[in-house]
Nanobody, 125 residues
Framework: QVQLVESGGGLVQTGGSLRLACVAS????????MGWFRQAPGKDREFVVA????????YGADAVIGRFTVSRDNAKNTAYLQMNSLKEDDTAVYYC??????????????????WGRGTQVTVSS
């Protein structure tokens, strides 16, 4: 059974930092891009960041470039999202995702192969 399990969410003040982790199990992910989406209350789910298997290619939404960094440790089947300079607009449920195609991350998230259940991030002043 394939699972993606997120952790690290919580409440943080504006300008603070959080590090999310996503542990994958049930199969190897050597052909999968891993990344993160988020969904704020009353809004559509949106792409945040993604990283290829080698870790050499990263993708990010404009809203988070320069503040969020995605990484992965393939030996641990784990992806990370380091979030710095957090803003209230970053408040959302953050979901880990895995899929072979970056196109699905950017344009067709309903076709994403694997999803985690999400972790809440709340940024408050």
């Amino acid at each position: 059974q394939v699972q993606l399990v997120e952790s690290g969410g919580g409440l943080v003040q504006t300008g603070g930092s959080l590090r999310l982790a996503c542990v994958a199990s049930g199969r190897t992910f050597d052909e999968h891009i891993m990344g993160w989406f988020r969904q704020a209350p009353g809004k559509d789910r949106e792409f945040v960041v993604a990283i290829d298997y080698s870790g050499s290619i990263r993708y990010g939404a404009d809203a988070v470039i320069g503040r969020f960094t995605v990484s992965r440790d393939n030996a641990k089947n784990t992806a990370y999202l380091q979030m710095n300079s957090l803003k209230e607009d970053d408040t959302a449920v953050y979901y880990c995702a895995a899929d072979p195609s970056i196109i699905n991350f950017i344009n067709f998230d309903r076709q994403i192969e694997y999803w985690g259940r999400g972790t809440q991030v709340t940024v408050s002043s």
